[in-house]
C-alpha cells in the first residue's frame, strides 16, 4: 500500500504538471504523514543533508564554468577547429558539428548547454553550406547528448553522490564510451552522405587546421587540466569542478575578452539560477529516497526480484526499459535522483559493477534528451534552429537507431566501460 500510494502520487502530480521538485516532496510528505512512523522532521533534516553532500559541491562550480564557455567566445573556435579537421570529407561539416559536440562536452558537463553553443554556429553553417535544415538539426540535437556522456558530466556527478560510487572512476569510464558514439555518429554521417546528398566543403590545409588549433587552445586546455588533474590524482572531481569554473572566467575576460567585466554578475546570476533549480530537485530528490528507504520499499522489490531469479541479461532489459520510459517523462537528473535507489541494491545483488550500471544509465539518458514528450534537447534545438518541435522530432527518428545499438552495446559488453578504470585505479 505504502509504495504504491508513494509512486502514485508522484505521478499524479507529475500528471498535473506540478514541477519535478516539488512533486517528489509532496508525495514524500504525504506518504510518511499516512504511513510512516518517523516525524516529519526527519525529511526536514534529510533535505538539509541533501545541501551538505560534498561531491555535489562539483555542480554548481561545473555548471557556472559551463556559463561563461557558453556565453563567450569558446564554443566557436572549438567549432572552427572541428570543421578544419573535418571540412576536407564528404559530410565534414556535420562531422566537425559532431567532433565539437564531444569537444565543448568535454569543458561544460551539460547537454542542452552543448546544443545551445554548438548548434547557434553550425547548424545556420551547414545550411548555408548546402545541407538540409532538418538534417543539420537532427544531427546536432543528437550529438548534444555526449555532454552527459563525456566527462565531466553533472549527471555522473549526482550518480556518484546517491549511491556514494566514485565520481573520479565514472569520469573515466565515460570516456571510452563518449568517443565510441562520438565516432559512430561521424561514421553514420560519412555513409549517410550520398542518401542525404551531403557536400564536401573542400579540401583544408594543415596552416588552417593549426591556426584554428592554436585559437581554440586555451578551450582545449581546460580538458587537459580538468580531466589530466583528475586522472593524474593531482585533485578531486569536485576540486576540478572549482578549477574550471576559475579557468573558465580567466579564458573568458582576460585571455579572449569575450565577456567584459560588467558582463560578470550577469553571468553569475544566470548560472545561480540553473544551480538553484537542480539543486532543489536534488534536495527533494533525497528526501524522497529516504521515504524509499524507511519504508523498506527497494528491499522489497529487490526480494521481488530476487525471488524471480532473473538473470543478469534479463534484469539489464528491465532496467533499461524502465529507464527508457522514465526518461521520456522527465529530465536527466530527476531520474536518476528518483530510480538509483531503487536500481543500484538490486544491480549490486546480481553482481553488476556500479561504475558500469552508472555508464548504463547516463547512456539511457541520453535518449531521453531526444525523445518526446520531454527531450530537452528536442525544445533547445526547436529555439536554435527555427524548427517547429515536430520537424526537430522527424529529424532526430533517425539517429534514436543508432543510440539504442550503442545502448545495447553499452550495457552487454561491459569492459567498455571499465577498461579505463581497471588500467588506472586497479579497480
Given amino acids: 500500500m505504502t509504495v504504491t500510494f508513494l509512486i502514485g502520487s508522484l505521478l499524479v502530480f507529475l500528471a498535473m504538471r506540478v514541477p519535478v521538485a516539488m512533486s517528489l516532496g509532496l508525495a514524500s510528505v504525504l506518504t510518511l504523514a499516512l504511513f510512516g512512523d518517523q516525524s516529519l522532521l526527519s525529511l526536514a533534516q534529510r533535505f538539509n543533508h541533501a545541501t551538505e553532500v560534498y561531491p555535489l559541491l562539483a555542480v ?123 565516432l559512430a555518429m561521424m561514421t553514420t554521417i560519412y555513409f549517410r552522405g550520398g542518401r542525404e546528398h551531403v557536400p564536401k566543403a573542400g579540401a583544408t590545409s594543415w596552416r588552417e587546421v593549426l591556426r584554428t588549433g592554436r585559437e581554440a587552445f586555451w578551450g582545449l586546455l581546460l580538458i587537459v587540466i580538468v580531466l589530466g588533474g583528475i586522472y593524474g590524482g593531482v585533485f578531486t572531481p569536485t576540486e576540478a569542478a572549482a578549477v574550471s569554473a576559475v579557468y573558465a572566467l580567466i579564458v573568458a575576460v582576460v585571455v579572449y575578452r569575450d565577456i567584459g567585466f560588467r558582463q560578470i554578475p550577469a553571468v553569475l546570476v544566470q548560472g545561480a539560477r540553473t544551480t538553484t533549480m537542480l539543486m532543489f530537485i536534488v534536495a527533494n530528490a533525497y528526501v524522497f529516497a529516504f521515504v524509499l528507504t524507511t519504508e523498506q520499499i527497494p528491499q522489497g522489490i529487490s526480494a521481488a526480484v530476487l525471488a524471480a531469479e532473473l538473470p543478469p ?96 552495446l553499452v550495457t552487454y559488453v561491459p569492459q567498455i566501460s571499465l577498461f579505463l578504470p581497471e588500467l588506472m585505479l586497479g579497480r
Wanted: hydrophobic share 60%; aromatic share 8%; proline share 5%.
Fill in 60 to 182: 554548481p562550480f561545473f555548471i557556472l564554468a559551463g556559463t561563461f564557455l557558453t556565453t563567450g567566445g569558446v564554443a566557436r573556435r572549438l567549432i572552427d577547429f572541428a570543421t578544419a579537421i573535418t571540412g576536407w570529407i564528404r559530410g565534414g561539416l556535420a562531422m566537425g558539428s559532431v567532433l565539437a559536440c564531444m569537444l565543448f562536452a568535454a569543458v561544460s558537463g551539460s547537454s542542452p548547454a552543448t546544443v545551445v553553443a554548438v548548434g547557434s554556429i553550425t547548424i545556420a553553417g551547414m545550411v548555408s553550406a548546402g545541407y538540409r535544415r532538418e538534417y543539420a538539426t537532427g544531427v546536432v540535437t543528437n550529438a548534444g547528448t555526449l555532454g552527459i556522456l563525456i566527462p565531466p558530466s553533472i549527471v555522473m556527478v549526482v550518480y556518484g553522490a546517491i549511491t556514494e560510487t566514485s565520481v573520479g572512476a565514472l569520469f573515466i569510464a565515460g570516456v571510452i564510451p563518449g568517443l565510441l558514439l562520438t
Fill in 313 to 408: 541479461w534479463a534484469f539489464l532489459i528491465l532496467v533499461n526499459l524502465i529507464l527508457l520510459v522514465a526518461g521520456n517523462l522527465m529530465d536527466p537528473t530527476s531520474v536518476v535522483l528518483i530510480l538509483a535507489p531503487i536500481i543500484f541494491p538490486l544491480a549490486i545483488g546480481l553482481g553488476i559493477d556500479p561504475v558500469h550500471l552508472g555508464i548504463i544509465m547516463v547512456v539511457n539518458m541520453e535518449i531521453g534528451m531526444v525523445t518526446p514528450p520531454v527531450g530537452l534537447n528536442l525544445f533547445v534545438a526547436s529555439g536554435v534552429s527555427n524548427l517547429s518541435l515536430t520537424q526537430v522530432i522527424r529529424a532526430s527518428l533517425p539517429w534514436l537507431v543508432l543510440l539504442l545499438a550503442f545502448l545495447v
